[in-house]
């Protein structure tokens, strides 16, 4: 399918989608999130896709932010709607069905940064810089950054990075616990490659099912302990975990079908 405002590629598996606004270090304008929307619908049921590696075009910036430009005269509801329609695609990314990676690549600011934090966990390059620099513009974060820099991060230094509107670059971000590795840029994607390719091999209802495992524990209404429950119980139905646990027997490697 052709976007205007991403690329996709499919390759062994695994799905790439690339925010590609270079010039406006890939600015997120309001159909460029819908478009990242739909190219997550498109590979939701398709089984041979395992994972989805998020990134940005270019070498500067993974996204620099909401598009300042496109919201620069909007009033109150259509900031709402603005925050509702974006914030809807973010909680698809959260709760997708299978795992979705951020290779941020430079810039990660504002909507960028909230972005990167709605993917399963982050990827750095060295030369990545992360902030919510929204108060700057007489604006807060409109996609959940409030929300989930706090349990990435932790309450005080959210308060900090929110309220000064500083940047960190890839190592503090490490420290922080906001990416999980940070590598050079040239390996930027081996590396979300070869962790998916890990992945890749684990049973995919099992992969589902630790997504809404940890998610659940977010969600104010759902207990977390009754969701693994429920989930734990529902694998042991699974032909995977028939194929896993004889594989185990067997002492052979176990061959997922995803059902
Ligand atoms: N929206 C629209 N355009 C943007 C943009 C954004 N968030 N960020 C950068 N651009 C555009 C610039 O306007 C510029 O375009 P032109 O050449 O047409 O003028 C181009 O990208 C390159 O940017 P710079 O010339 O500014 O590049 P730089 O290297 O000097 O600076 C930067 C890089 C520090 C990231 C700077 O671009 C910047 O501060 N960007 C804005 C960051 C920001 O405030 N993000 C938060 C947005 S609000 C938000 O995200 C709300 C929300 O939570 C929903």
Redesign the pocket.
């Known amino acids: 399918m052709a976007y205007e405002f991403i690329l996709t590629n499919i390759d062994a598996g695994i799905l790439t989608i690339t925010l590609n606004r270079e ?3 890939n ?2 304008n309001a159909q460029l999130i819908q478009e990242i929307g739909e190219a997550l619908e498109n590979v939701r049921n398709d089984k041979s896709v395992k994972g989805i590696i998020l990134t940005g075009s270019g070498k ?2 993974f ?9 620069s005269a909007f009033g109150l509801e259509e900031g709402k709607n ?2 509702v329609s ?1 914030g809807n695609i973010f909680n698809k990314i959260e709760q997708f069905n299978k795992p979705v990676i951020a290779a941020v690549n430079g ?1 990660a ?4 940064c ?1 972005l990167t934090m709605a993917c399963h966990f982050r990827i750095a390059s060295e030369n990545a810089k992360f902030g ?3 108060v ?2 007489g ?5 959940a ?1 409030t929300q989930r820099l706090i349990q990435l991060i932790g309450k005080g230094k959210a308060m900090e990075l929110l309220m000064t509107g500083d ?1 960190i670059d890839a190592n503090e971000a490490h420290q922080l616990g906001l990416v999980n590795h940070v590598v050079p840029q040239e390996t930027l994607l081996e590396k979300c490659t070869s962790i998916l390719n890990k992945i890749g091999k684990k049973g995919p209802l099992a992969i589902e099912k630790v997504i809404d495992s940890v998610n659940a524990y977010f969600d104010k209404g759902r207990n977390g302990f009754e969701a693994e429950i429920d989930n734990f119980a529902f694998l042991f139905e699974t032909k995977d975990f028939k194929e896993g646990t004889t594989a185990f027997m067997e002492k052979r490697k176990a061959d997922f079908k995803g059902e």
């Open positions: 010039k406006q270090l600015a997120l500067k910036a996204a620099a932010g909401a598009d300042i430009k496109e919201f603005l925050a974006g810039f600011l504002g909507g960028g909230e919510q620099p929204e700057n513009l604006l807060i974060p409109g996609y950054g940047m």
